[in-house]
């Protein structure tokens, strides 16, 4: 199995900052792609970032030129970094991983996800 722990969420201002980040662990092969996702109350889970292995990312509009994805491939982390933080961005953010666990088997894993909360 493979577990994803997530750090770094917590309370912050409306323009301030806070970095999530996200370690895999567990019978890993390699992994594909490494995102980030959140669900807000009452709405649907949404794709924040996602930046495959080879460092290629791609962002929801509503954090482009904010948000930063990276991961370190070695240690199997991913991180988000996010500046000007906005009240519409207060969420559970969940790492997610697609991780190859054999030759033949490739899985998607997430983690517990993190609370993040941004007061006006």
């Known amino acids: 199995q493979v577990q994803l722990v997530e750090s770094g969420g917590g309370l912050v201002q409306a323009g301030g900052s806070l970095r999530l980040s996200c370690a895999a662990s567990g019978s890993i092969l390699s992994i594909n792609a490494m995102g980030w996702y959140r669900q807000a109350p009452g709405k649907q889970r949404e794709l924040v970032a996602i930046?495959?292995?080879?460092?290629?990312?791609n962002y929801a509009d509503s954090v482009k030129g904010r948000i930063t994805i990276s991961r370190d491939n070695a240690k199997n982390t991913v991180n988000l970094q996010m500046n000007s933080l906005k009240p519409e961005d207060t969420a559970v953010y969940y790492c997610?991983?697609?991780?190859?666990?054999?030759?033949?088997?490739?899985?998607?894993?997430w983690g517990q996800g993190i609370q993040v909360t941004v007061s006006s």
């Open positions: 930046i495959t292995n080879g460092g290629t990312t």
């Open positions: 997610n991983a697609n991780v190859r666990t054999s030759i033949f088997q490739t899985y998607n894993f």
